[in-house]
């Protein structure tokens, strides 16, 4: 799930308004697959031509693994995820296993995430 997530960001890198303009994105299509790795992520040497970033506090990064990640399959519901792969394969998983278990993936997920450097901002500005 959580190589699936690193690829999906990469998959789902926003674009110009302009399809002549291309992606924000400096991976060419050809070499996505292949680069997107958690080191990737790693480093705050952002893979794009143009991106608008915030550094965030230790609560705002728990809150974004946490929408990323969502405790329960009602919070999932209420992300916009729904394009991305990992998060299908999480909400089926999250849906096929217990609490207790749920809970120690999220745990697991979030040791990996914590070794991130950056994340796609994850909030909707719509209230």
């Not at 693994?65 to 405790?71: A, G, K, Q, R, W």
């Not at 120690?104 to 994850?122: G, H, I, S």
Request: with cysteine; proline share 6%.
């Amino acid at each position: 799930i959580f190589e699936q997530f690193i690829l999906d960001i990469i998959e789902e890198a926003p674009n110009p308004k302009s399809v002549r303009d291309g992606s924000y994105l400096n991976i060419p299509s050809r070499m996505r697959n292949k680069l997107a790795r958690p080191e990737l992520l790693q480093t705050a040497d952002l893979p794009f031509t143009m991106t608008q970033y915030c550094v965030c506090t230790d609560k705002q990064w728990a809150l974004h693994s946490n929408h990323i990640f969502p405790e329960t399959i009602e919070d999932a519901k209420r992300q916009n995820f729904g394009r991305c792969t990992y998060y299908t394969n999480y909400v089926a998983l999250a849906g096929a296993i217990t609490k207790k278990s749920l809970t120690r993936v999220r745990n697991v997920l979030r040791a990996e995430f914590d070794k991130l450097a950056w994340v796609p901002y994850t909030r909707t500005d719509r209230q």
